[in-house]
């Protein structure tokens, strides 16, 4: 699957997909790495090296500062991979030096599925492995 690069690296890693989008500021504890947001369908699970998968992101602009610590902390995503990412998420994968792609459609990715991420200076490259 091609997609758009947001923050240029390569990550492997196994996918963890909600359809939701995802609050990072109330929604993911920095310190851990789990999803702690109430309904969530990613309530308990963990981020940490997983390819976290998901439409968009939503919520305070703080959330930019929860993905840097995540990252700072060592329990951060491998990669990020939207529908379409937006402000929040580009803000906080690119000061924490995360992967993250957008453009790409995630209906055929599931919980389980291990990815492969090659995001170049423009174009990205997702696939399944």
């Given amino acids: ?3 758009r690069t947001i923050y240029p690296g390569k990550a492997e890693g196994i996918a963890l997909v909600s359809k939701q989008p995802i609050g990072f500021y109330g929604g993911i504890d920095a310190k ?3 999803v702690i947001e109430k309904g969530s369908e990613l309530e308990g699970e963990c981020v940490k090296d997983r390819v976290l998968v998901f439409p968009c992101g939503k919520g305070s602009t703080v959330g930019s500062y929860v993905i840097y610590g995540l990252k700072k902390n060592g329990v951060a995503p491998a990669a990020i991979v939207n529908s379409e990412t937006e402000t929040i998420v580009a803000t ?4 924490a030096g995360i992967p993250c792609i ?4 995630i209906s055929g990715i599931n919980t389980g599925d291990k990815l492969r991420i090659e995001a170049g200076e423009k174009e ?5 492995v």
């Fill in 102 to 105: 957008d453009g790409v459609d």
């Fill in 32 to 34: 851990t790495g789990i």
């Fill in 124 to 128: 990205a490259e997702l696939e399944k």
């Fill in 1 to 3: 699957m091609k997609g």
């Fill in 92 to 95: 906080g994968a690119i000061l």
